[in-house]
């Protein structure tokens, strides 16, 4: 069982993804044991990580006639690497299911035991993937590492509030947001909710993604607290999440237990006024 701490070490990988799970795998978990020497508790890898994303090569997912033996083999390493190194890992890829269903896309959360305790299926799919290569998903998940909570998404849900919303309600100190995109305004958007919000949100991005959005973590603050390089090479950032942290005492502290008194909205409405003034919006 994790103890709980105040901080602790998280890792941004930016892997260069193709769309063969071997080559894929072996850098993965390369990445892994640098997150591990550089003392990362967990690490978090982009969308497609594994598998390699549909939209990179879309004759190579027709159909989805996709040979998933390597893709069960290099998961089952992967899973191993995690135990053996006492880390946790959350990783993208694609999840087959039964007869002729699309599979999900997906993030796997890898235990620091080398288990798969839980997956998140993409919920917000766009119109092509929808129609035409993945099922939907429909949980949010939330983890808990040494008693900070993680909640996943994936790429163009970043463009849905209500998820992050729903990941705030549920107590959620991180987000770890794993995208397969070029599209640079996604960063910007992360580093608002995470200064709305007052948490933590971590981007993992595949190297060729980088020149647009590199992988890094945002601080409760709205700020980069680190990020990976632009120049389309496999890389990772380690950052402490640190809840005593000097320039987070305002957003963790202050920010974020008013806001929560704000949106359960009683001290507004215990100093509600009965006035004809108030009543009357049409009056000068």
């Not at 983890?143 to 209500?162: K, P, Q, T, Y």
Request: net charge negative; aromatic share 10%.
């Amino acid at each position: 069982m994790s103890s709980v701490v105040d901080a602790m070490t998280i890792a941004a990988a930016q892997p260069l993804v193709t769309c063969d799970p071997v080559e894929n795998g072996g850098v993965v978990r390369a990445l892994m044991r640098e997150a591990h020497e550089r003392g990362a508790r967990l690490v978090q890898f982009p969308e497609g990580a594994l598998t390699g994303y549909v939209g990179q090569a879309k004759r190579h997912f027709a159909g989805w006639n996709i040979d998933w033996a390597p893709v069960r083999a290099q998961l089952d390493e992967t899973a191993a690497l995690a135990g053996e190194l006492d880390l946790w890992v959350v990783l993208g890829g694609n999840h087959r299911l039964t007869g002729p269903h699309r599979p999900h896309n997906s993030l796997y959360v890898i235990s620091n035991r080398g288990e798969i305790v839980d997956r998140y299926d993409k919920r917000y799919l766009s119109h092509t993937e929808v129609t035409g290569y993945y099922s939907p998903g429909f949980e949010p998940v939330v983890v808990d590492v040494s008693g900070f909570r993680f909640g996943l998404a994936l790429c163009i849900e970043i463009n849905f509030a209500e998820v992050f919303l729903d990941y705030l309600h549920h107590g959620v100190d991180c987000v770890l947001f794993s995208s397969f995109s070029q599209d640079p305004v996604f960063g910007v958007i992360a580093q608002g909710y995470a200064a709305a919000n007052c948490q933590w949100f971590s981007v993992s991005v595949p190297a060729q993604c980088s020149p647009a959005m590199p992988s890094g973590v945002i601080g409760p603050h709205g700020a980069w607290l680190g990020r990976c390089a632009t120049d389309g090479h496999s890389g990772l950032v380690c950052v402490d999440l640190d809840r005593q942290a000097s320039e987070l005492k305002m957003a963790l502290h202050v920010a974020r237990p008013w806001r929560a008194t704000a949106r359960a909205g009683t001290i507004y409405t215990q100093r509600s006024v009965e006035d004809p003034r108030s009543s009357d919006r049409m009056a000068p």
